[in-house]
Nanobody
Framework: VQLVESGGGLVQPGGSLRLSCAVS????????MGWYRQAPGKQHELVAA???????SYADSVKGRFTISRDNANNTLYLQMNNLKPEDTAVYFC???????????????WGQGTRVTVSS
């Protein structure tokens, strides 16, 4: 399965972006999908997870602002980001995940991601 992220860019604080992740295979078969981000000098952080059964979870830092969704018919994972803040600045990655002991873990190598910069 190949994952290609797009939709990043420069946005002012309070603005919105929608990230897309094109999945080369059949996304219906991917049980756990998520969006991670990596800010400069920091480790990857899981910000949103979506299961094939419709269970969704978010990091506390993005709750109420970000929405993850999947379009199985078009094999695309989305992340709608509203009310963006400077601290949301990072490279964002979509990822196929596994769940072990109630924790999500990335299953693949990191791709190129899509850069989001929130600045006035």
């Amino acid at each position: 399965v190949q994952l290609v992220e797009s939709g990043g860019g420069l946005v002012q604080p309070g603005g919105s972006l929608r990230l897309s992740c094109a999945v080369s295979g059949n996304m219906f078969d991917l049980t756990y999908m998520g969006w991670y981000r990596q800010a400069p000098g920091k480790q990857h952080e899981l910000v949103a997870a979506n299961t094939a059964s419709g269970i969704i979870s978010y990091a506390d830092s993005v709750k109420g602002r970000f929405t993850i969704s999947r379009d199985n018919a078009n094999n695309t994972l989305y992340l709608q980001m509203n009310n963006l803040k400077p601290e949301d600045t990072a490279v964002y990655f979509c990822m196929e995940m596994r769940r072990i002991n109630s924790e999500y873990q990335p299953l693949q190598s990191w791709g190129q991601g899509t850069r989001v910069t929130v600045s006035s």
